[in-house]
T-cell receptor, first 114, second 113 residues
């Protein structure tokens, strides 16, 4: 039973446009969420995070939105660049497992077309 | 500052064999977590080590075991290898066990024939 779901295995976006990657979770104990980016032959790289006390966190071109009632978060990339082409993983953790156990989604492969 | 390194890069083993994977954590980090990433899936948490003690374990059988050394480097050992153990094994280090940002190594690709 997947606790963190990313229902779009892949997404293609034109350069300069907005990329929206979605993530849904089922465990209401999750209170910290992260997005990681992964290039081939490299480990995942931390991108941005959000705590459940917030509904939005912004870092440059990357914004994460959290809707706790819907158990849904999304990552917005504006404007998208070809270098953003990678696999994006959503991950979640629960307060009492702080740092111990991140539950990852299956990932969404983003392709940004020039 | 050296990042997280893992060795070997690739490994081929046969069913029933044993394997040891190694990880050097980022400088100053005392916590190491291990993940298994099967093809087309996200990383799955195996266990975490904090100051040489196991500090949490995911849903993996006891034949997956680990070790953390005084310099905070770590090993993942898998006994009695099965075909389904074929995966990318990722190591991640963090500043402390309560610090959420984890820095991942490039992984070890294990193939079990």
């Amino acid at each position: 039973d997947q606790q963190v779901k990313q229902n779009s295995p892949s997404l293609s976006v034109q350069e300069g446009r907005i990329s929206i990657l979605n993530c849904d979770y089922t465990n209401s104990m999750f209170d910290y969420f992260l997005w990681y980016k992964k290039y081939p032959a490299e480990g995942p790289t931390f991108l941005i995070s959000i705590s459940s006390i917030k509904d939005k966190n912004e870092d440059g071109r990357f914004t994460v939105f959290l809707n706790k009632s819907a158990k849904h978060l999304s990552l917005h990339i504006v404007p998208s660049q070809p270098g953003d082409s990678a696999v994006y993983f959503c991950a979640a953790s629960a307060g009492d497992n702080y740092g111990q156990n991140f539950v990852f989604g299956p990932g969404t492969r983003l392709s940004v077309l020039p | 500052e050296t990042g997280v390194t893992q060795s070997p890069t690739h490994l081929i083993k046969t069913r029933g064999q044993q394997v040891t994977l190694r990880c050097s954590s980022q400088s100053g980090h005392n916590t190491v977590s291990w993940y298994q990433q099967a093809l087309g899936q996200g990383p799955q948490f195996i266990f975490q080590y904090y100051r040489e003690e196991e500090n949490g374990r995911g849903n993996f059988p006891p034949r997956f075991s680990g070790l953390q050394f005084p310099n905070y480097s770590s090993e993942l050992n898998v006994n009695a290898l099965e075909l389904d153990d074929s995966a990318l094994y990722l190591c991640a280090s963090s500043l402390t066990s309560a610090y959420n940002e984890q820095f991942f190594g490039p992984g070890t690709r294990l193939t079990v024939l």
